[in-house]
């Protein structure tokens, strides 16, 4: 197994920083907007951005987290069943500008299966999606991100690690499988 | 661990501690569900489900329907009364009949015992045990201990009584079955009449006092006096056995402690439960059936998305 950095701590810092700015240059003071970070790896990213725009822009954003487990289109064709985690969604969506968050946008099918559920918390005004890194030319479905961290060029057989546990350093790795 | 033991539910004799705790993680993702503005997931969409009742149900048979709709499964309801087993079709036959129909689960009530485990040794469809005569009631003894987990934080180190008819109940034994698995402690108090005569081997406190059993408990889980199965006079009257047995408000103050009272219904206000108790702070028998909901959610979500199911 091979293993190569493609963002280390001082880089993502920096990326994240430049997330946070286009959310803000987008959002104003986001009075009508909602951060959502899809379970399970979404959240850590989530709250990085929620800490970093209150820092940046002195803003308390309301978020909240989705799992998108019981939407997904994969359903008795996995190995191993998913297991559905929390979702924490204690605010309004109708009429909201919503932002989702994911660690990394791969074949599409988890944003697919994200819209769905959160279109059952009612009508949002405008669905956006924030991504830390998107492994181009692998969609499965037309899915793209409005905010985009990193584009890296993978092949089907490479891996995204992203490592963003609060205990931890932060990093992305790309591993690859002989 | 992502997935149940089994591929069946048919008691909870056959599940481990481990599945309990993955129907209640599961249960607990389902409740949020039930309580958002739209109130179903699509999980189950390419599902079947019948749900086959040879007795009398309201409760679990709603609660079952409820569930296998909001996971947006097809459903398919049948009862024995108005169908061709009046005309002496088997079990066996009535079941493949409605499997040959591309039926994926059966979740089926029936009066004798062991049916549902017959019926697993034919058919290859999951199989959900809705209650088989006098032996278990798998998901109320599921949706009692995640009652329980929610009212007081957790089953394990809790004392837990049941009360009442224990000779005909499938859900104590299925209770009693949760409960230890989970680290509780059971008791079974009852007249002498209605408790079966070995069931201390099972490793259960045998109480005849219901005020000492209600003193001993945390939680005390009363049970309906099953007349319909009785076939025999097992104490001199209703009245009677209210005087000894029923469970009052006055009584439950007089106790200087605080106990849960549940109920898996339907109740006779009155004979075992006061309408002053069944409607107090202390009961939370409607508590429970919100969870029964989501509990079969979480069984039938975890039997179907089981591989090569």
Redesign the interface.
């Known amino acids: 197994m091979q293993k190569r950095l493609i963002l280390n701590p001082d880089l993502l810092s920096i990326t994240v920083n430049r997330l946070c700015h286009q959310l803000i240059e987008n959002h104003n003071n986001f009075e009508n907007t909602v951060l959502v970070g899809l379970q399970p790896r979404g959240k850590f990213l989530l709250d990085i951005i929620v800490e970093h725009l209150q820092d940046l822009a002195g803003v308390k954003v309301t978020h909240g987290y989705l799992d998108t487990t019981f939407y997904r289109d994969d359903f008795r064709r996995r190995d191993t069943p998913a297991k559905a985690r929390e979702t924490k969604i204690d605010f309004i969506v109708e009429g909201k500008k919503v932002v989702l968050i994911d660690d990394v946008l791969y074949t599409g099918r988890t944003v697919r299966a994200a819209i769905d559920a959160l279109l059952a918390y009612g009508r949002p005004e405008k669905v956006e999606l924030l991504v830390l890194i998107d492994r181009r030319y692998s969609r499965d479905l037309p899915v793209a991100a409005n905010y985009v961290g990193r584009r890296v060029n993978t092949m089907d057989s490479q891996k995204v690690l992203v490592q963003l546990e609060p205990t931890k350093q932060n990093k992305v790795w790309l591993i690859n499988e002989e | 661990m992502?997935?149940l033991s089994q591929k069946h539910l048919l008691g909870i004799k056959d599940i481990t501690e481990k599945d309990i705790q993955l129907i209640f993680?599961?249960a607990?993702?389902f409740k949020?569900?039930i309580n958002?503005?739209?109130k179903?997931?699509?999980?189950l969409r390419?599902i079947t489900i019948a749900n086959i009742f040879f007795e009398n149900s309201t409760r679990t048979r709603l609660s079952f329907e409820l569930a296998e709709k909001r996971?947006s499964a097809d459903v398919i309801n049948f009862s024995a009364s108005s169908s061709s087993v009046k005309k002496g079709e088997t079990l066996l036959d009535t079941v493949n009949n409605i499997l040959s129909m591309k039926v994926d689960m059966i979740v089926m009530r029936h009066a004798s015992p062991g049916a549902p485990h017959f019926l697993s040794n034919h058919i290859d469809a999951n199989i959900v045990n809705a209650g088989d005569g006098t032996h278990e009631h798998p998901t109320q003894a599921l949706l009692d201990s995640y009652s329980i987990r929610e009212k007081l934080g957790d089953v394990a180190g809790k004392k837990v009584a049941i009360i009442g008819d224990i000779l005909h109940s499938r859900v104590a034994i299925s209770n009693i079955f949760a409960l230890q698995k989970q680290g509780a402690e059971v008791m079974v108090c009852g007249p002498n009449t209605l408790l079966p005569k070995h069931i201390a081997s099972l490793g259960v406190k045998v109480e005849l006092d219901v005020r000492k059993a209600l003193e001993w408990c945390d939680v005390a889980n009363v049970l309906r006096i099953q007349l319909e199965r009785m076939q025999i006079k097992y104490f001199p009257s209703l009245r009677e056995y209210s005087l000894y047995y029923g469970i009052n408000l006055k009584l439950l103050e007089s106790l200087n402690k605080e106990i849960v009272i549940m109920h898996p219904g339907p109740i006779n206000r009155g004979v075992e439960l006061a309408s002053d108790v069944a409607d107090s702070k202390h009961a939370i028998i409607l508590d429970q059936v919100q969870n029964g909901v989501a509990i079969r959610m979480a069984v039938l979500?975890?039997l179907?998305?089981?591989?090569g199911?």
């Open positions: 992502t997935q993680d599961t607990d993702t949020e569900v958002r503005p739209i179903k997931v699509p999980s390419d996971l979500y975890l179907a998305s089981q591989p199911a």
